[in-house]
């Protein structure tokens, strides 16, 4: 899997938001500026995010963007749905809609195989668990095995 920087931004200026104690809406600008940012690619990112429900904008003096709802309420998953669109595609396409011929069929079962494990991943850690630095074990105990830091 690769995780597009769109994706990763998403994420990083989530985590900001949930980490804020105040509970006042952040600006673009100064997530922009805590994150590295670049202004414009963030804004369309944030549209993204509001379309799905993720965060919502607030006008005015005070105004800026905050989570829709808890951060421990919004996945991982959730973020990179929103911006990115479906955890595995194949050329596009949602694995289980992929037509093979006889031979190759058993693709299909790799992908979906890798949908689910990616799942059992994104799905099981909230915005709120990044912001708190917290992860469940499930997660660390993937990432104990130095073979998982290991490129192949």
């Known amino acids: 899997m690769r995780v597009s920087a769109k994706s990763d931004y998403a994420l990083r200026a989530l985590i900001e938001m949930a980490g804020r104690t105040d509970g006042h809406p952040v600006s673009a600008e100064e997530l922009g500026r805590q994150q590295n940012i670049p202004h414009g690619f963030l804004q369309s990112i944030l549209a993204d995010l509001r379309r799905a429900s ?3 904008s607030q006008r005015g003096q005070s105004g ?9 309420d919004v996945s991982v998953a959730d973020v990179i749905r929103a911006v990115d669109g479906p955890l595995v595609s194949v050329y596009g396409v949602r694995p289980e809609a992929v037509e093979y011929n006889d031979s190759a069929e058993v693709l299909q079962h790799v992908w979906i195989a890798a949908r689910r494990s990616l799942r059992d ?11 708190d630095g917290k992860l469940p074990a499930a997660v660390t ?9 290991q490129p192949h």
Not at 64 to 72: E, I, L, Q
Not at 121 to 131: G, K, R
């Open 64 to 72: 800026g963007w905050r989570m829709a709802r808890p951060a421990s």
């Open 141 to 149: 105990s993937r990432t104990a095995d130095e073979d998982a830091w």
């Open 54 to 56: 993720v965060v919502v």
């Open 121 to 131: 991943v994104f799905e099981n850690v909230s915005i709120q668990q990044l912001a």
